[in-house]
């Protein structure tokens, strides 16, 4: 009995120092140079290019351009050529298992970087930690360093490489795995390619990571790098399962329709949190980056959803480490999936984790796939979008703060830092995941967004604009509860009462706006006069002296267009006084 006890507790002392499950140890870039890139030890003009391209719309229509479907077909061809990439598989072989395969996607970096004066520069990932019985493994990335290492912030697109089948450590079965996730992997091989064209403030990393399908290793291990060397990760992109389009008999929730059914124009975005948070605040981000930059110009455009929860039902991929490290993460799903990733349930016929997860079918028995499972085309769309959002991330500038007042009929937005800028933009939500408007400051820190909305509660944030158009990533949200509109055309709208002002006699005559101001005030003040549209766009201000006790204002007003306007009275920057008035 002693033995065994003894026994026991050595069996127990070897596990907790053998097997930690909850770190990995040894984690090495194993290309000093890029180490130190991610870290910002680096001269940036080491990696210029000859003619820099840096123009944010020069970039969107180089993706559109340079992106392609037979470029992701050809390289998944190559990945599901080596037949197994479970995290377990063979290292050694040249064309079989994770070994290979990591091996080959490093020399795509490779050739790509070449192209490109060889300003990308590749790497290992290498950590210890037992999966699958194998206790060393790699993920592979390549860092396109910036031009700014005044932050060294980096942006990261990243997938997982390694695949699996039915049984989580088989790796002599054929898990060809070429939606989960080689559509991933090929997406952010292709962006590496067409990226490293061009010239952005912070470093991007292109990252295919290992031991995904066995608890989200490879990205547990890189997101404990980075925290560990104050890495500051500015957002991470994964993108897990997004080339397929058919939906198939299950799903995880929220699913698709039913069996066979086709989508091809919505990707979904998961990410953490509702309400105040900076995952969905990014997930918005990439929307509005994609509506601004690429929709106009997509001949095949695509709905971009922001989904409720962090991942599908009962699912986890590689952006929640780094979401759990406190960086911004999400993914990116295609809308329909084929399978719900659970073989062992009885009866499972799907696609997820299983040998049936290839590229398409020989349908007439002629050597040649002619029946696809993964839509290079709706790949290359995401590829795009994705690209789109990272290269935006990229250039942009830090994020300002704001105030916010609160009024009848709107908020006062008042920016407080990063003012060198010369516009900002302010965005508006309400109780759904999408905005609902982002409004322009016109040049001005300050801005009255009036409530043209019907809810009671709205959710704001504001980025900072550079000279060349680009968005800062939006700031945290502050919540303001909607004060209701005065009656159309009344004489008394102070919401201010300590004010001592009073706001009536608003009418409009011959181009001509005439207000009369009353101030209970002994002493004379400056007032700014704005007017604003139902979309918030600023058609005038000014700012004119009050006087003590009866005060006409005159405002010129020779093109103004009939409709509905706000007049906002405001001193020092907060709305003391808001009327809803009609011209005509
Ligand atoms: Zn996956």
Redo the contacts with the bound molecule.
């Keep these: 009995m002693r033995t065994m006890i003894k026994y026991l507790f050595t069996l127990l002392i070897c596990i907790c120092f053998i097997s930690n499950p909850f770190a990995q140890t040894n984690l090495l870039i194993t290309n000093p140079e890029v180490d130190n890139i991610l870290k910002g030890n680096y001269d940036p003009l080491s990696y210029l290019q000859t003619l820099t391209i840096d123009n944010p719309a020069a970039i969107s229509l180089g993706l559109l351009d340079n992106v392609t479907a037979d470029s992701l077909q050809s390289y998944l061809n190559s990945l599901v050529s080596f037949v197994n990439r479970n995290s377990g598989s063979d290292t050694l072989s040249d064309s079989i298992g994770i070994g290979a395969a990591r091996r080959w996607a490093y020399n795509k970096f490779q050739t790509f970087s070449l192209a490109n004066e060889n300003r990308l520069r590749t790497s290992y990932f290498q950590f210890d930690q037992n999966i699958c019985a194998v206790n060393q493994h790699k993920s592979v990335l390549a860092v396109l360093p910036g031009l700014d290492t005044s932050n060294h912030q980096i942006v990261l697109v990243e ?2 490489l390694d695949s699996r089948c039915e049984m989580s450590c088989d790796t002599s079965c054929i898990a060809n ?1 070429a939606d ?2 080689g559509s ?1 992997s090929v997406l952010v091989l292709e962006l590496a390619r067409v990226l490293s064209n061009y010239t952005f403030n912070n470093t991007i990393v292109f990252m295919l990571t290992t031991g ?2 066995q608890g989200l290793w490879g990205s547990k291990a890189f997101s404990q790098y980075a925290f560990i060397n104050n890495i500051p990760i500015k957002v991470v992109q994964n993108n ?2 997004v080339g397929g389009t058919i939906c198939g008999e299950r799903s995880s929730p929220p699913s698709c329709p039913g069996v066979s059914e086709i989508d091809s124009n919505n990707i979904r975005i998961f990410s953490q949190g509702i309400n105040f948070s900076k995952n969905k605040q990014y997930a918005r981000y990439i929307k509005m980056q994609y509506y601004d930059m690429l929709e106009p110009l997509m001949k095949v455009p695509m709905s971009i959803n922001i989904m409720d929860g962090e991942d599908r039902t009962g699912r986890g ?2 952006h929640i480490p780094f979401r759990q490290k406190g960086y911004t993460a999400v993914r990116f799903t295609s809308s329909h999936e084929h399978g719900d ?1 659970h073989p062992e349930i009885m009866g499972y016929t799907d696609h ?1 984790h299983t040998v049936k997860d290839v590229i398409g079918l020989d349908t007439d028995f002629d050597n040649k796939i002619d029946s696809f499972f993964i839509d290079f085309r709706y790949l290359r769309r995401n590829a795009i979008i994705n690209g789109n959002a990272i290269a935006m991330a990229a250039q942009a500038v830090n994020t300002p703060t704001f105030d916010l007042n609160n009024s009848f009929g709107g908020m006062y937005i008042t920016i407080l830092s990063e003012l060198q800028y010369l516009s900002y933009k302010i965005m508006v939500r309400t109780n759904t995941n999408d905005f609902v408007g982002i409004y322009g400051l016109d040049g001005s820190i300050n801005r009255f967004v009036p409530n043209t909305l019907t809810d009671s509660t709205y959710y704001i944030s504001v980025a900072a604009m550079d000279k060349n158009g680009i968005e800062s990533i939006f700031s945290q949200e502050q919540m303001a509860i909607a004060i209701a509109d005065g009656p159309i055309n009344t004489n008394v709208d102070v919401l201010n009462t300590n004010s001592q002002l009073v706001f009536e006699n608003i009418s409009f005559k011959n181009g001509y706006l005439y207000l009369f101001v009353h101030s209970n005030n002994s002493s004379q003040e400056k007032l700014e006069f704005h007017l604003t549209d139902l979309l918030g766009r600023t058609i005038m201000k000014s700012e004119k002296t009050i006087m003590p006790y009866e005060n006409n204002i005159v405002l010129n007003l020779p093109s103004i267009r009939e409709g509905f306007y706000f007049m906002s009275m405001i001193r020092e920057n907060v709305v003391i006084g808001t009327k809803k008035i009609f011209i005509y």
């Design positions: 997938a997982h795995g989960d996730n991933g995904e399908e897990d399962i991929g590689d990733g997820q």
